[in-house]
């Protein structure tokens, strides 16, 4: 029973929860537009930067390999 009421509460607590949030969302839309696109762009630096080393590793890029060719 206990159990029981926790969870409802715990819905009732989340429900009231994004209420508040979508409502901040619309009275401040134009502050939370920006702080969304700085996450957004943030987050895109952090995953190119992030997979710039792991993609690019030296073991694989020898000149050596590569092949010209200049007959036209």
């Known amino acids: ?8 509460a715990a819905q009732v607590c ?4 994004g209420c508040g ?3 901040a969302a619309r009275t401040h ?8 696109a700085a996450m957004a762009i943030v987050t895109a630096a ?3 930067l ?3 080393p792991a993609g690019a590793t030296d073991d ?4 050596d390999d ?3 060719d200049n007959s036209a």
Do not use: E
């Not at 989340?14 to 929860?17: D, E, K, P, T």
């Not at 839309?29 to 969304?36: C, K, Q």
């Open 1 to 8: 029973m206990t159990t029981s009421l926790i969870a409802r």
């Open 14 to 17: 989340a429900f009231a929860l």
């Open 21 to 23: 949030v979508i409502h």
């Open 29 to 36: 839309a134009a502050a939370v537009s920006r702080m969304l």
């Open 46 to 48: 952090r995953a190119l």
């Open 50 to 52: 992030g997979a710039s």
């Open 60 to 63: 694989h890029m020898r000149l």
């Open 66 to 68: 590569i092949t010209t």
